[in-house]
């Protein structure tokens, strides 16, 4: 499990293990657009600002990937204890 600190909606969130960013995000009551859900789409691209992500889409290329700036929130998880948001 990890922390999603959501720095424009100044909240902070436990992720646990079997919950998405996604889902996490919108039981706390925001609105995230989604669609495919399955990493491949892009509709649910958040801007990181701290922390690294363990990616688990397949609409990043490689170096979008390594840049860390930013994850899709349907799949996608974290290598830190820590992500900061731009949400
Ligand atoms: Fe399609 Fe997340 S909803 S990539």
Not at 6 to 27: C, D, F, I, Y
Not at 70 to 86: G, K, N, P, Q
């Amino acid at each position: 499990s990890f922390e999603i600190e959501l720095a424009r909606s100044a909240m902070t969130l436990h992720v646990p293990a079997g919950k998405t960013v996604l889902e996490t995000m919108r039981e706390a009551g925001l609105t995230v657009p989604s669609s495919c859900e399955q990493g491949a789409c892009g509709t649910c691209l958040t801007g990181v600002i701290e922390g690294e992500v363990d990616h688990q889409d397949v609409y990043l290329n490689k170096s979008e990937k390594a840049s860390n700036s930013c994850m899709m929130t349907c799949v996608s998880r974290a290598r830190s204890h820590r992500l900061v948001l731009d949400i």
